[in-house]
C-alpha cells in the first residue's frame, strides 16, 4: 500500500499548478463573460476561450490525463494519457478548485472520460476512428444516457427503453433525462443504454449502442435544472425522447447483453475520478472558509477565532484527510489488482466522498453568510453539484445495501 | 399553555384549504406561464393571475391575515387582519403548501408583512396613509433594506450606511445586498436601516428611514442567486448602492435612534410566520417523499417498503411535530404574554425551524433521486429558501450563542 | 390541545418540589450508605430510609400518583392516585431529578407502576386483594418477565416461554433476562408473559399469568449489568429459568389469549412515565452543565465562555423544549381520546426522547471531563438508563418502522 | 507515503494471531473467574493465568512491541521492542480484539507503555535500572499521575500539585485522580507530574518526578468508575493525596521546568496505541453486529436482511477503513519525520478516532438489544473505555480548536 506520488506524478503536479496560476484561473471571468454572449447558452465549447485553453493545455502535455495506461495502451503522439490512476488523482484533485473549466481544459471531463474508455476498452476500430479520436482531440462531444424519468434507474431491470434489431438495424424507442452535455449542440454522439433482449437473465437484458446527435427520432425535449442551476457552462442535462430511432447494427458497442458489463466497466474509473475532484472541490471550500473566517468581524472578534468556526475548520480537516487516503487506497488497488478487487473500496469512496464535502461545503456556506450561496463565491454551485453524487449512478442507499451485504458474507464464510 | 384552534380558526382553516385546492393550486402552473411571457421576469406583481388571485382572497375574507389585532385594531372594512399569532399560525402553516404563490395572493407575503408590521406601530400617520394604506390593499409593494456586502449585518454595530441629517432632509449612503422583492419594479417603497449616530451607545447608532424608488441616488445594482434560482417569481433579492439619497426629514420611522428597536419588533412576528409556513413546506414534502415511496419501485420492492425509507419517514413526522407544538407555544406566549416574554422561544424556532425542515428536505429530495433537484418537484427550490433561514436575520449561530447565555444566566441566579 | 397545568397539579408540583428539597435530595447519600450496608445489596427495599420517605410521602398525599383516575377510580382513603396523565406528567419530571429514589419513595417507580395497572384493569377481585392491595401499599415488590435471552422479543411472536393449561393449574416453563427489580427478595410477585396457543392468530397466542417468587421451579441464575452497573438500588435485573413452575389456574391475568392486548395496555402508560422522568433527568443534565461550564476554568475563560460549549447547551434547550411540549400532547391526548388513539404520539415519544436525552448527557458528560463518567454526577449512570429505553419494550427500529407504514397509509389513503 | 506491511510485520502478525487464538482467546475466561477469588479485586497482575500468557509471550518474542527502535536502541536479549511504529500498528490492532487482556499478555498496556518510554529516553541511568527494568520484565506496574480533580487539567497551567525543593529533597502536595492502575498494589512507582516554579512562563512550570508507592504521605483514596465500571482488571483509577510526600531530589525525570515537554513527548505514541487498539475494538465489533444481525430473527427474517442494520454495517465499514488510514499515514509520518512533524496527525486521530468507534459500537449494541448492554459481550465495557478517549489527555475541543488555528494560519501565510 504505496500511496507515495512517484517524480512524473511529481512533476506533472508542478506543472498543473502553474497551468492553474497562469492560465485557468485568470480565464474564469471570461469565460463566463463569453458565455453570456453566446446565442445558445449551452454551446460551452464554442467559447473562444476555451479553445485557447486546450491548445495550451495540449501544448504542455496536460492532456486526456484521464485515460489510464492500462486501458488504452499509449496514445497517439501528443494525444496524452498514459498514467496510473494513482498518478492521476493529484492532478483531478488539483483540477477540482476550479469548478468545470480545468477539466474541461484538460479534455478529462464527465461525461467525455467515460465515454472515451468504453471506446478504448469496447470499440470497434471503426468506432474508435470515427468516434474515439475527435473525441480525444476534443473536436466533439459526447453523452451517455442511461437514466430514465420513469423508473429507478439504479436498478438495471427497470430500464424501459428498447433496442430492438431489425434487419442491419437497431431501432430505439425510449426516455432518457439527467443526460449530462447534451445540450450542447457539439455534443455529437450519444451511448445509449436498453434492452435488446427483456427475457434475459437480470444482467444479460441489456446493450449499449451509439446514437449520433442528428439522427431522426432523437429529441431534445428540454433542459434539466439543479437546485436552480441549468448548468449551461459544461453543456447542461437534457431530456431526451427516443421516437423510432435506427442506426445501423454496427453502431453497437459490444456483444447484445453486455451493456450492464460495459456500464460497470465505465463506473469505476468515473466514479474515482468524480470523488478526487471532489476532494478539490471541498479543498477549496476549507480554503475560503478559512480566509472568510479571518477577514469577517462580528461582536468584537474575527469568526476565525470563534470557537463553533474552528470547530467546523477542524472536523472539515480531518474528514477530509481520511476520505483522501481511501481515495488513494482505492486508486492504488486499481492499478494493482484491478477494478473488480477495488470493488468494495469503489463502493466506499462512492458512499463517503459526497457526505463529507456536503458537510463542508455547507459550513463554509455557513461562514460566508448570504453570500455563501449566491454567484459570488463558487460554495453553492459546488454544493449542488456535489449534491447530485448522492444519486448519480446508484443512490447511496444501494451501495450502502451492497457493500453491506458483503461485509455480512465476509463474517460467515 | 392552551393551543385549541378557536372556531373562528377552524372556519378559516376550511375556508383557506378549499381557497387553496378551488383557486391557489390550478393557478400555479398559470403563474409560471404568465411569468415567463413578462418583459421583466422581476415584475411578478403584474402577472394577471396574480391579480385575480388577490381579489379573490380579499373577497373571501382571507386578506392581510398576518396583523395581528393587538398591532393595528381592527382594520377598515375588507382590510382583513385581526387575528392572533395562535390563529394565524394554521393558516400560515396551509400557505407554506404552496410555495410563494399562496402568501402572496393572501397579502400575506414577507417582506411586505414586516414592514406594514413596522409602519403599523411606528408610523406617523402621514405614512400611513402614504405607505400603508396601499400595502394593506396590495397596490404596492416593499423592501427592507438591512444587510450590507461588506459587514456581518448580524450585528447591528457593523452596519456602514449612514443616514446623515442636513436642514430639512435625510442623505443616505451606503451599500445594501438580499434586498428580497427589490427587484420588482412595483417594490415603490424601501425601509432602509443606517446609522445617524455612530457615536452613541451600541443600539441607538441606528434609525430606519423611508425611501421611494425613484428617489435619485438610489441604484439597483444586480440581482443576487440563491443556489441558482433569482427568485423572479417574489422579486428577486437586490444589490442596492445609495450615492448622496435625500429624502425629506419626515421620512424617519420613529425617533433617530429607534433603529435598533424596532428591527427587533419587526424581527419576532417575522420570524414566527417564516416558521408556520416552513412548517407547511416540511409537511408538503412529507407528504411528496410518501406518496414518491409508493409509487417507485427499485429491486423488486416499492421504497416504501425498505427500512431506510421507513427511517426517514418516522424521523421526519416526530421531528415535525416536536416543532410545530413549539411554534405553536410561541404564538400563544407572543399572544398572552407579548413579544418581549417569547424571547427566547422565538430564538429557539428561529434554530430550530431551518434545521428540521432542511432535514425532511433533504430526505424528500433523496427519495425522488435526480427529480428531487429538478425544476418537476418544489423540493429543490425550498431547500435552497429554507437553507437561506439559517442565516436571515443572523446566523444560527448568534442566536444558539445568545440563547445559551440566557440558559447559563438562569443557573446563576 | 390544552397543556395548562390546573391549579390541582400547580398545588402538587409546588408540594413536591419542596418535598424533593426537604426530604429526598438530603436522603441521597443516605441511602447510599444503607445499601452498602446491606446484606444482601439488591434489598433495596429493606433500606431504613426508605421506610421514612414513604411514610411521609404517603402522609403528604403524594402517593401513586401515577395511578390515572379512569383507570381504578377513586382508590381507598390515603392510597392517592387519581390524576390524569396530563396531571402526572409534570409530577414525574420532577422526580426524575434525583434518579430512583423519587419515585420508589411516591410508589410510582417502574415495573411497579405498569404492574399495578395491569392488576388495576385486568385482574380479578382476588388477584387484586391479594397483589394489588400491598402492592399499592408498598409492603411488596413486582415484576414484569417478558423478555428472553433466545429470541428479538420484540416481536410476540417470538417468544419461546410456554404456559400450558394442566387441570386446575397451568405450568411455566422458560428463560426470561432484564427482569427489573427481580433481585431483590421483597420482590414477591412476578407477571409472566408466555404462549398458551403457540398455534393461534399471531396476536392471540400469548397469556399473562401471576407467578408467586417462592414457587418450586422458578429459579433466579444471576443479575445482570447495564455499562457495568448492576442497579441494585432498584433491584437489579435478573435472569431467570422456569422449569415446571407450577401455580393455580386462577392466577391467569384475563383470558387466554390476552397476553398481548395486556402488554399493549400497559406500555402506553409506562412509556409516557419513561418519557416524562426522563425530560427530568435532562433538565438535571442542563443544570449541572450550565454549572459546570461557570465554574470551569480552562485558557483563561470560564467554559460558559466558549462558543462550542454555548452551542452544546443552546441545542439541548431547543431540543428539550421541543420534546417537552410533544410528551404534553400526547398525555392529553391519552386523557382525552384514549391509548389507542394516541397511538402515533406514544411512538413519537417513545422514539424521540431517549435520543434527545442521550444527546444532552452526552454533552453534559464532555463538559465535566472524566468526572462526568464518574460516581461523583449522576450523569453516566442516567446515561447507561436512558440508553437502555432504545430498545425496551422494543427498539427503536421497530417503531420507526410501524410509525412509517401509519405515516405512509395515511397519504395513499 | 508507503503503508505496506513489511516482511517481518507480516511475520509478526501471523504469530500474534496465532497467539491470540492458541492463548489469549481461551484464557480469557480463566483470566475473570481468577479476578473474582481475589482478596484485592484491582491486584490483577497477581491473576495466575497473567503470569503463564507473559511468559509465553515472552518466549515468543511478542513482547515490549511497543517500545519504538528510535527511542531506545535494541533493547538486551529477550526484551524485545525495536519496532516502528508502522510495524507496530498492525500488531497493536489485533491487540485491540480481546480488551485489556492481550495488550498486558504483551507488557504492551498503558499505562505502563507510556512511562517506560520516558524513563527510556528522559531517565537518568539508576533510574533506569531501578524502575525501567523490572517495568521492560513486568515485574511492577506503574502509574503516570497528571490529573487533578480541581482543574481543567486539559490546561497545564492549571496544575496546582506542587513539588518543592527542600535540600536534597522535593516534597510532593496535591491532589490527583483518574490514575489508572494505581488502585492495583505492584504498581509500586508513580510518575508525578507538578509545578515546581509557578512563576516561569507558561510551559516551564512544570516538573516530573518518581514517586515511589510507599512513601509516607502518599494516599490512595478511592477508586473512580467508569460508568458503573471499576476496570479492576487492569487496576483500576485512583484518587490520590500526596501530603509532604518527600523523595529524594535525584527521582526528578530531566530537569525542573521540563514536565511540559516530557508530557508532550509521552503523548505522541500512547495517543496513536491507543487508536490503533481502538480499531481493533471497532473491528470486533463490526464481527460481532455481523454475526448478531444473522442469527437474530424479528419480524420473519434476519436483522441482516434489514436496510436500517445493513446500513449501520455499511457506514461502519466505510469509516473504519478511513480511520485507519489515517492511523497509519501518523504512524509512518512519525516514523520518517519525527513525531513534532506528525504533531496535525496526531491531533487528527486523538479526534476522529473516539468519534468513530463510538458510533460503531453504539450501533452494534443497538444490534445486540439489552444484551449488548450487559457482561455476556464485550460492547458496553469497549463503549465506556472508549468514551473516555474523548477526554484523555485533553478534551476533544481542545485539539480541535488547536487543529483548526494551525489550518487557518496555514491560509493566512
Known sequence: MDFTFDAPTEELRARLLAFMAEHVHPAEERFHTELVALDDPFAWTTAPVMGELRAQARGQGLWNLFLPVNHYGALPDG???????????????????SGHL??????????????????????????????????????????????????????????ETSIVRDGDSYVVNGRKWWITGAMNPECEIFIVMGKTDPDASRHQQQSMILVPRDTPGLEVVRPMHVFGYDDH?????????????????????????????????????GR????????????????????????????????????????????????????RLLVLKTAWLMDTRGTKAAH??????????????????????????????????????????????????????????????????????
Open 79 to 97: 494525444l496524452g494519457g498514459g498514467l496510473t490512476n494513482l498518478q492521476y488523482a493529484p492532478l483531478a484533485e488539483i483540477t477540482g478548485h
Open 102 to 159: 480545468a477539466p474541461a481544459a484538460l479534455n478529462c471531463a464527465a461525461p467525455d472520460t467515460g465515454n472515451m474508455e468504453v471506446l478504448a476498452l469496447f470499440g470497434t476500430p471503426e468506432q474508435k476512428e470515427r468516434w474515439l479520436d475527435p473525441l480525444l482531440k476534443a473536436e466533439i462531444r459526447s453523452a451517455f444516457a442511461m437514466t430514465e424519468p420513469d423508473v429507478a434507474s439504479s436498478d438495471a431491470t427497470n430500464i
Open 233 to 269: 457552462e459544461h453543456g447542461g442535462h437534457a431530456e431526451l425522447r427516443f421516437t423510432d430511432v435506427r442506426v445501423p447494427a454496427e453502431n453497437l458497442i459490444g456483444e447484445e447483453g453486455q451493456g450492464f458489463a460495459i456500464a460497470q466497466a465505465r463506473l469505476g474509473p
Open 272 to 323: 474515482i475520478h468524480h470523488c478526487m475532484r471532489s476532494i478539490g472541490v471541498a479543498e477549496k471550500a476549507i480554503e475560503l472558509m478559512c480566509s472568510r473566517a479571518t477577514q469577517r468581524v462580528a461582536f468584537g472578534r474575527p469568526l476565525a477565532a470563534q470557537g463553533v468556526v474552528r470547530e467546523w475548520i477542524a472536523e472539515s480537516r480531518v474528514r477530509l484527510e481520511q476520505l
Open 344 to 413: 468494495t473500496e469503489i463502493q466506499a469512496i462512492k458512499i463517503a466522498t459526497p457526505a463529507c464535502v456536503q458537510w463542508i461545503l455547507d459550513k463554509a456556506i455557513q461562514t460566508h453568510g448570504a453570500g455563501g450561496l449566491s454567484q459570488d463565491f463558487p460554495l453553492a454551485a459546488s454544493y449542488a453539484g456535489i449534491r447530485t453524487l448522492r444519486f448519480a449512478d446508484g443512490p447511496d442507499e444501494v451501495h450502502k445495501n451492497s457493500l453491506a451485504k458483503a461485509e455480512i458474507a465476509r463474517w460467515q464464510a
